[in-house]
Every structure is written in C-alpha cells, then in structure tokens.
T-cell receptor, first 111, second 113 residues
Framework: QKEVEQDPGPLSVPEGAIVSLNCTYS??????FMWYRQYSRKGPELLMY??SSGNKEDGRFTAQVDKSSKYISLFIRDSQPSDSATYLC???????????WGAGTKLIIKP | DSGVTQTPKHLITATGQRVTLRCSPR?????VYWYQQSLDQGLQFLIQ???????AKGNILERFSAQQFPDLHSELNLSSLELGDSALYFC????????????FGPGTRLLVL
C-alpha cells in the first residue's frame, strides 16, 4: 500500500461545477499538506498549503484536511476550462522530512 | 515564474550517450530536488541536495548522478542512456532541508533515440 493514495482519473465535469479532489494517506504523523497543479508538460505549481487540520480558502479553491480520517480534499468552485490540469497532493511530517507525493488526478473541465 | 531555472529546455540524444541537466534554484533556497516524470506518469523523486550535500535519495539509477555546487546550482548527469530514460526532468528548490513547499522549474524534456 502506498503512503499516499490519489485516484488518477480522469475526472471530467462540466464548466461551472464544483470539483472535489481527494487524497488519502496512511502516516498519521503527516502535518504539512499541499496541493499542486500541473498543466500538461509544465512544472507543478503550488496551489494550496495547509498545516495540520482544518480548512483554507483562496479564491475559488478550498483545501480541507481531516486528520482523524487521514483524508485531504481540494474543492474548486465555479470550475473553468482553464482549471483542466493534473492536481497532485503532497505531504510531510515536518520540515526535516521528505515530501510524499500522490500520483495526481487528471481533471478535465468541459465547456 | 517560480524563480527556478533549468537548462536546456529540450534535449535529443542517442542511446548510450551522456547528458547533463542544469538547475538554478530560487534565490536563497538551499535545497535542490530532482524528479523524473515519464509520459502520463507521476513524479518520481530522484535525489535531494541541501547546501552542497546529498540529503536524500529516491529511485535514482546508478547510471544517474547529481551534485550541488558552492553557488547552489545543481547538475544531474545521465549516462549510458536508454530509450526508457526519455522523460521530463524537473528540478525543484526549497528554502530549508525538506518538508516545506517546493518550487518547480519548467523542466527539461529528454528524448533518447
């Protein structure tokens, strides 16, 4: 079993829909959680960064961490075709440990 | 623009050859990471350097090696290239030893013919 599990998709939704992307993990010591967006053949870019549990909102994006369930989510509101990309989750125990990456979910927003 | 630069952008070479990929981290970042991403595959962590010293190794082949120089730029050397080495190679940097946000460069696309 991988430390971080992420459904590879593709996930296809119509424009304007609310998108929910998820990762599950097995290491209860993870405290730092990140979401990256990667457009085709480009470098991943950081979208959201959260520490420990709770929610964080940035524009149309909301990151949620549920440590009791070992589950993190990224919600995208009012999805746009420009949101079509691969979304990767990453997490670590602390600043001295490596980031552990999910495999990425490919998201397609249909106009 | 993440502030991480990588050269070259594209590289085409033949099997058996050796190539060097170069990365300059963001100003002030001490860690450099190398990743490999094959077509439609996830990121595979290769190796990390922190302030000139190797800090962590991932699934890096013995034919591959890396180093980080005193000015903190890094090079990834790939030798005895095989067709299966064709991939995108990303460099990322972070401020400290690891676990915090990594900033990625645009990648080097390697094609081995």
């Amino acid at each position: 079993q991988k430390e971080v599990e992420q459904d590879p998709g593709p996930l296809s939704v119509p424009e304007g829909a609310i998108v929910s992307l998820n990762c599950t993990y097995s290491n209860s010591a993870f405290q730092y959680f990140m979401w990256y967006r990667q457009y085709s053949r480009k470098g991943p870019e950081l979208l959201m960064y959260t520490y420990s549990s709770g929610n964080k909102e940035d524009g149309r994006f909301t990151a949620q961490v549920d440590k009791s369930s070992k589950y993190i989510s990224l919600f995208i509101r009012d999805s746009q075709p420009s949101d079509s990309a691969t979304y990767l989750c990453a997490m670590s125990e602390n600043s001295n440990y490596q980031l552990i990456w999910g495999a990425g979910t490919k998201l397609i927003i249909k106009p | 623009d993440s502030g991480v630069t990588q050269t070259p952008k594209h590289l085409i070479t033949a099997t058996g050859q050796r190539v060097t990929l170069r990365c300059s981290p963001r100003s002030g970042d001490l860690s450099v990471y190398w990743y490999q991403q094959s077509l439609d595959q996830g990121l595979q962590f290769l190796i990390q350097y922190y302030n000139g010293e190797e800090r962590a190794k991932g699934n890096i082949l013995e034919r591959f090696s890396a180093q980080q120089f005193p000015d903190l730029h890094s090079e990834l050397n790939l030798s005895s290239l095989e067709l299966g080495d064709s991939a995108l190679y990303f460099c990322a940097s972070s401020a400290r030893r690891g676990g915090e946000t990594q900033y990625f460069g645009p990648g080097t696309r390697l094609l081995v013919l």
